[in-house]
């Protein structure tokens, strides 16, 4: 059965600092997927990584997967209010690319002045 | 963009009362539907997956005969929360595969139930 951790699960940042969010996970994973949660909303897709080595990059996030650690990092360059929000990764297992999701316990980033 | 359509986004409902929340696959077919719940400060847990057609698989520890779920047709899945109770109040989230790119997943925007 696949786990998802992730780390930290509080994040308190001040604006244009960097920092990084750890997703480790127990098997291996067809897929990793980062999303954001803002309060009160459903989820917002942000990235996903299919193969090993992939890097993508939105704005000030950029995420990467190694599968040979089982890791993948989320990147958070000069930060801004407008991150605020909490973070979770999520990966996929079972031989399918269309496998139910196995969600890390998020992230919560706050970003102040 | 695929769009997965969920109603309603909030209700608040008696103890004992049913409750059903619909999602609506709008362009494209979703013939799995996986839903999950999310009690506050926590991550999504799945309770269920759905397949249009054949019964749903309900997650360890989820309740059959509490948390109804069908998918009838190729656009609708539902869940059917019965005989609600107070425990049972929390942020439900469906979610379809989006099969024609290989990859990823749409979401609905939830539904915020909340059992007086």
């Known amino acids: 059965e696949l786990k998802v951790e992730q780390n930290p699960l509080f994040l308190s940042m001040q604006e244009g600092k960097n920092y990084t969010i750890y997703c480790n996970y127990s098997t291996t994973s067809d897929r990793l997927y980062w999303y954001r949660q803002d309060p009160g909303k459903s989820l917002e897709s942000l990235f996903v990584l299919l193969s090993n080595g992939a890097v993508k990059q939105e704005g000030r996030l950029m995420a990467s997967l190694d599968t040979k650690a089982r890791l993948s990092t989320l990147h958070i360059t000069a930060a801004v209010h407008d991150l605020s929000a909490t973070y979770f990764c999520?990966?996929?297992?079972?031989?399918?690319?269309?496998?139910?999701?196995?969600f890390g316990q998020g992230t919560i980033l706050t970003v102040h002045p | 963009g695929a769009v997965v359509s969920q109603h309603p986004s909030w209700v608040i409902c008696k103890s004992g009362t049913s409750v059903k929340i619909e999602c609506r696959s709008l362009d494209f077919q979703a013939t799995t539907m996986f839903w999950y719940r999310q009690f506050p400060k926590q991550s999504l847990m799945l309770m269920a997956t759905?397949?249009?057609?054949?019964?749903?698989?309900?997650e360890q520890g989820v309740e059959k005969d509490k948390f109804l779920i069908n998918h009838a047709s190729l656009t609708l899945s539902t869940l059917t929360v019965t005989s609600a109770h107070p425990e049972d109040s929390s942020f439900y989230i469906c979610?379809?595969?989006?099969?024609?790119?290989?990859?990823?997943?749409?979401f609905g925007s939830g539904t915020r139930l909340t059992v007086v």
């Open positions: 979610s379809a595969p989006q099969s024609w790119q290989g990859h990823g997943y749409t």
């Open positions: 999520a990966g996929n297992a079972g031989g399918t690319s269309y496998g139910k999701l196995t």
């Open positions: 759905s397949n249009e057609g054949s019964k749903a698989t309900y």
